[in-house]
Nanobody
Framework: QVQLVESGGGLVQPGGSLRLSCAYS????????LGWYRQAPGKQRELVAA???????NYADSVKGRFTISRDNAKNTLYLQMNSLKFEDTAVYYC?????????WGQGTQVTVSS
């Protein structure tokens, strides 16, 4: 079982920035892909961004140009840099890691965009 520990959520004003972190307990060589989902109140969980072991990235249309996913293999940490935040970005953000036969999830971190 892969352990994932998220950090970095919080309260931010519209137009502000936050960086989420997700520390994972396995080597990148064991991982097929990683990424972030989010779930807003009353809505389904949606994919925000994903990155493969080969560093190919994929973003939801709603965050393209504002969010950047990256990872630090030496630190076994996944990041989500979120800029130009909007009210509609308010949600609980969950990181995930895919290894053969298994997807593991972080505990979730709340991001609230409010003035």
């Amino acid at each position: 079982q892969v352990q994932l520990v998220e950090s970095g959520g919080g309260l931010v004003q519209p137009g502000g920035s936050l960086r989420l972190s997700c520390a994972y307990s396995v080597s990148i060589f064991s991982i097929y892909g990683l990424g972030w989902y989010r779930q807003a109140p009353g809505k389904q969980r949606e994919l925000v961004a994903a990155i493969t072991r080969g560093s190919s990235t994929n973003y939801a249309d709603s965050v393209k140009g504002r969010f950047t996913i990256s990872r630090d293999n030496a630190k076994n940490t996944l990041y989500l840099q979120m800029n130009s935040l909007k009210f509609e970005d308010t949600a609980v953000y969950y990181c995930f890691v895919d290894i053969p036969g298994q997807r593991s999830w972080g505990q979730g971190t709340q991001v609230t965009v409010s003035s």
